[in-house]
């Protein structure tokens, strides 16, 4: 198994800029990807960047593209997203998760991550 904890969310004005973290313990050997995730009021969760463990290639959706950058530290065994320009509808609790089984690809589904950190509120006032 793997625990994924969120952090770095906060209240910010629109076009500030945040850092989130996600800190992996466990069986962090096991991670393939890592995917950023988040959920409006309202709204379903949706995936907005993910990014191979080893190799760090990444994939984002066209609506963070160029905003957000994902990252990793292996040695850290720490996933970051960070946010420039935040906009008042990027309000949402975001979340990481671990793929574990989907060797190659970034996988923008959620079936494919099986470990889920709790979420982190960023709420970015206009």
């Known amino acids: 198994q793997v625990q994924l904890v969120e952090s770095g969310g906060g209240l910010v004005q629109a076009g500030d800029s945040l850092r989130l973290s996600c800190a992996a313990s466990g069986r962090t050997f096991t991670i393939y990807a890592m995917g950023w995730f988040r959920q409006a009021p309202g709204k379903e969760r949706e995936f907005l960047a993910g990014?191979?463990?080893?190799?760090?290639?990444?994939d984002y959706v066209d609506s963070v593209k160029g905003r957000f950058t994902i990252s990793r530290d292996v040695a850290k065994n720490t996933g970051y997203l960070q946010m420039n320009s935040l906009k008042a509808e990027d309000t949402a609790v975001y979340y990481c998760?671990?793929?574990?089984?989907?060797?190659?690809?970034?996988?923008?589904?959620?079936?494919?991550?099986?470990?889920w950190g709790q979420g982190t509120q960023v709420t970015v006032s206009s």
């Open positions: 990014v191979r463990w080893i190799g760090g290639r990444s």
């Open positions: 998760a671990a793929d574990r089984s989907t060797i190659g690809n970034i996988i923008r589904g959620e079936y494919a991550y099986d470990s």
